[in-house]
């Protein structure tokens, strides 16, 4: 064990696995803490392996960037670590919305079947796209993480940080909505 965290980080630098797996050890307790106090200061709903993600992304990214070598303030390494877990959550939350933005995700096509043919089938997804397309973002993510991801109410309230109402009436008026275009479009 390494009892000089200049030392440790020197040995790090060299890529030294023995120093790298006791770096991890003493600090990756820290970069969790961090990255889920972050998240939970900013009100994004995360999962225990969300901060696990992030956690290992950290260490990887040191690892394969060599960035410790860039810290001239060792004697700081914990601030550092810190500051790193959480700007990495933060990140990673920003883009994990960003991934449930994908409209090309929105409705699967491929599970959408008719019995009236293919032709009929294209034809109502084009009416199902062309109705999505009015939805706000806000409202794709909602309906996304429902339909698609099968979250509960409450679940999205807490991922969106929005009030539980909020996300019901949402989804009903927007599935209210989807509805009526696939009535009026198979009447």
């Known amino acids: 064990m390494f009892d000089d965290i200049h030392d440790l980080i020197e040995r790090c630098i060299k890529r030294e696995e023995r120093a790298w797996s006791e770096f991890i050890d003493r600090f990756s307790g820290l970069v969790y803490y961090s990255a889920r106090e972050r998240l939970r200061r900013n009100g994004f709903s995360f999962g225990e392996q969300d901060i696990q993600d992030i956690v290992q992304n950290v260490f990887i990214d040191i690892w394969e960037k060599s960035s410790l070598s860039e810290v001239r303030e060792r004697h700081k ?3 550092w670590l810190s500051i790193v877990g ?3 959550a933060l990140n990673f939350m920003r ?3 960003e ?3 994908g409209e090309e995700e929105l409705f699967k096509v491929e599970n959408i079947v008719s019995d009236k043919g293919e032709e009929y089938r294209i034809e109502l997804v084009e009416e199902l796209e062309k109705a999505i397309e009015n939805f706000s973002p806000r409202e794709k993510i909602i309906l ?3 339909i698609i991801h099968g979250k ?3 679940e999205i309230a807490g991922f969106m940080n ?3 109402n909020t996300v019901s009436t949402i989804i009903a008026r927007r599935k209210e ?3 009526k275009t696939l009535n009026n479009f198979t009447n």
């Open 162 to 164: 929005m009030s539980i």
């Open 144 to 146: 996304k993480l429902n």
């Open 86 to 88: 959480q700007t990495r």
């Open 152 to 154: 509960t109410h409450k």
């Open 77 to 79: 390494i914990k601030a």
């Open 99 to 101: 991934r449930l933005l």
């Open 177 to 179: 909505l989807l509805r």
């Open 95 to 97: 883009k994990k919305r």
